[in-house]
């Protein structure tokens, strides 16, 4: 089972890019991260694709980032509006098959599939 990210690039202050999450096989709890360099990465936002439900994490993405889910595939998309330069890093996509309990959403050792990543950077 893998995932696979897409539409990482290089991007300009104030503009938009959408990252997207193709997954080889059905998962219940998918999410984004994002690590930029020397940091843990710390988790956007996720969805639990079983009963629809949806959690934003970072406040410093609040309003600007969006994750979207559409039922029956097996992909999920980042959509990151107004770009600042500190959303440069890479993007993960990460997945658990079963569960998804709200309590370890944030914690990158509770997804047991990653993907390679997509670099994302912005520039002022």
């Known amino acids: 089972d893998q995932l696979v990210e897409s539409g990482g690039a290089s991007g300009q202050r104030g503009g938009s890019l959408r990252l997207s999450c193709t997954a080889s096989?059905?998962?219940?709890?998918m999410a984004w991260f994002r690590q930029v360099s020397g940091n843990e990465r710390e988790v956007m936002a996720s969805?639990?694709?079983?009963?629809?439900?949806?959690?934003d994490f970072a406040r410093s993405t609040k309003g600007r980032f969006s994750i979207f889910s559409d039922y029956g595939e097996n992909r999920i998309d980042l959509q990151i509006n107004a770009l600042r330069p500190e959303d440069t890093g890479i993007y993960y996509c990460?997945?658990?098959?079963?569960?998804?309990?709200?309590?370890?959403?944030?914690?990158?050792?509770?997804?047991?599939?990653w993907g390679q990543g997509t670099q994302v950077t912005v520039s002022s």
């Open positions: 096989a059905a998962f219940r709890c």
């Open positions: 969805v639990d694709k079983t009963s629809a439900v949806y959690s």
């Open positions: 990460a997945a658990h098959k079963w569960y998804c309990q709200s309590y370890w959403l944030k914690s990158p050792s509770s997804y047991p599939y």
